[in-house]
């Protein structure tokens, strides 16, 4: 079993950056695949970013394409989301995800049915 604790969200104007951070318990991170996914106030969860178990494939959603980043280290059981040129659009509250179900480490995972542990979320807000 993982815990996940996400940091880094806050306040921010639109055309800004910010690095959300999740930090996994235990010691078997690199058996996780990883992803990223967001609810805005009045919608459902949307798949943001996801990263494979050995880092070396991402995957992004067409909202993310361009603009925002994922990356893992390993030994710090740290999953991380690099956002640049930010819009009032991608307010919302950012949950990190894991999965122990994909057993390939360069497959991703882009559906919240292959997760099987969640943080509790980090609010985002993008003023205009």
């Known amino acids: 079993q993982v815990q996940l604790v996400e940091s880094g969200g806050g306040l921010v104007q639109a055309g800004g950056s910010l690095r959300l951070s999740c930090a996994a318990s235990?010691?078997?991170?690199?058996?996780?695949?990883m992803g990223w996914f967001r609810q805005a106030p009045g919608k459902e969860r949307e798949f943001v970013a996801a990263?494979?178990?050995?880092?070396?494939?991402?995957y992004y959603a067409e909202s993310a394409k361009g603009r925002f980043t994922i990356s893992r280290d390993n030994a710090k059981n740290t999953v991380y989301l690099q956002m640049n040129s930010l819009k009032p659009e991608d307010t919302a509250v950012y949950y990190c995800?894991?999965?122990?179900?994909?057993?390939?480490?360069?497959?991703?995972?882009?559906?919240?049915?292959?997760?099987?542990?969640w943080g509790q979320g980090t609010q985002v807000t993008v003023s205009s």
């Open positions: 995800a894991a999965t122990n179900t994909i057993v390939n480490t360069i497959v991703v995972g882009t559906t919240e049915d292959e997760y099987n542990y």
């Open positions: 235990g010691r078997t991170f690199s058996r996780y695949a």
């Open positions: 990263v494979s178990r050995s880092g070396s494939n991402t």
